[in-house]
Every structure is written in C-alpha cells, then in structure tokens.
T-cell receptor, first 112, second 113 residues
Framework: GENVEQHPSTLSVQEGDSAVIKCTYS??????FPWYKQELGKRPQLIID?????GEKKDQRIAVTLNKTAKHFSLHITETQPEDSAVYFC???????????FGTGTSLTVIP | SAVISQKPSRDICQRGTSLTIQCQVD?????MFWYRQQPGQSLTLIAT?????????ESGFVIDKFPISRPNLTFSTLTVSNMSPEDSSIYLC??????????FGPGTRLTVL
C-alpha cells in the first residue's frame, strides 16, 4: 500500500518567516494530496489540496507544490503568524472516495 | 464542506465496558471512515463504514473489538468493546465528498481507567 513520509516532525520559525513542510509518497497512482491543520484539541481542518494534474496551488499565504516524478509534495507558509502554530498533516489518496494515507505530522511553532 | 457531529464528545469509562460513538452527517455521503488518534500521533484508519454491508477493517483492527454500524448514508456508529487503558484515544469519523475531499468530525476523547 501507500507510504507517506513527512519531515520535519517539529519546526520553529520566527514570526514573519516562511515555513516549509515536505512529504514523500510511494505509490505513483496517488493523485490527490490534501494538507490538514490541527490545532490543539480540535479536529483536522483541510487547508489546501492539490491534484496530480497541477504542479502548484496557492491560497493567500499558503501554497502547495507537487513533483510527480520525484513523488513529493510540499506545504509552504509565508509571512507566518502565531496563529499558524499547529500540527500539520499531509495525506495521499488514489482516486475519489478511497483510503487516505497520512503523514506523521509536523508540529509548527511560530515564535512572536 | 460538511457538517459532522459526534456524540459523546468525551467520556471516561471503566475497564471491561463498551462505548458506542455516534457520527451524524448533514447530508448523504457514500464514504465514511473511522480513525483513531493517540496523543501526539497521526491519524490511524480503523475501518471504512459501508452502508448496507459489513465494515472493511484495516490491519490490526477487528470487528469483535470495534463493531461498526452504518444503517443509512448519514449515520454511523463505532463501538469500542471490552475496553482497556490502551484504548484511551481520540476517535474521529470522517466523510468523503464526491469531489474526493475528506472532512472530519469533532472527535470523541475516550479515557479508560
């Protein structure tokens, strides 16, 4: 089955700096890659996603890039703010309605 | 998006007892999943709740321990049976929209003494 690896496990940045989280996947059939943000005690919330027919997607301060050849995708957060502090999970899925495979999570701390 | 509710939001249970968690969605969905998230860990898929048929369990999870019901396209239950302290965790249901986007319920925080 699919194996998703995520790095780093923890990340601290100064407010205003950028943060980058990277994930790799093993199954070339995976074609949907969402990113979730989970604040302490809350449910995972979808923040951005990308499909395999697109190389990059941006939504205000967050962006996701996908390299299908290398089988990796990354989350980029620019101009970080303290409220960006949370655990971020990447995931990979094949098709629609199929199982999602999650990365191990990255705990991001934005230092004011 | 999707409006998903779970009951109870939290519970403290005694060893050897069972707890049933309910998941309600605001509209019909084909795919519903149950996950477990232990403190500081990622999300582990327990099973896919199939409407009208038996749930599909992932490796390491069995029906006798985690029976699941899916009587219709908006509702599912997960029972944690014969609980032990190792079952203390957050249990989340999720749904997948036709677009392929997955949304999570608020979770049930279970503590087993």
């Amino acid at each position: 089955g699919e194996n998703v690896e995520q790095h780093p496990s923890t990340l601290s940045v100064q407010e205003g700096d950028s943060a980058v989280i990277k994930c790799t996947y093993s199954d070339s059939a995976s074609n949907y890659f969402p990113w979730y943000k989970q604040e302490l005690g809350k449910r995972p919330q979808l923040i951005i996603d990308i499909r395999s027919n697109v190389g990059e997607k941006k939504d205000q301060r967050i962006a996701v890039t996908l390299n299908k050849t290398a089988k990796h995708f990354s989350l980029h957060i620019t101009e970080t703010q303290p409220e960006d502090s949370a655990v971020y999970f990447c995931a990979a899925s094949i098709g629609t309605g199929n199982q999602f495979y999650f990365g191990t999570g990255t705990s991001l701390t934005v230092i004011p | 998006s999707a409006v998903i509710s779970q009951k109870p939001s939290r519970d403290i249970c005694q060893r050897g007892t069972s707890l049933t968690i309910q998941c309600q969605v605001d509209s019909q969905v084909t795919m519903m999943f149950w996950y477990r998230q232990q403190p500081g860990q990622s999300l582990t898929l327990i099973a896919t709740a199939n409407q009208g048929s038996e749930a599909t369990y992932e490796s390491g999870f069995v029906i006798d321990k985690f029976p699941i019901s899916r009587p219709n396209l908006t509702f599912s239950t997960l029972t944690v049976s014969n609980m032990s302290p190792e079952d203390s965790s957050i249990y989340l249901c999720s749904v997948v929209r036709p677009s392929g986007t997955q949304y999570f319920g608020p979770g049930t925080r279970l503590t087993v003494l």
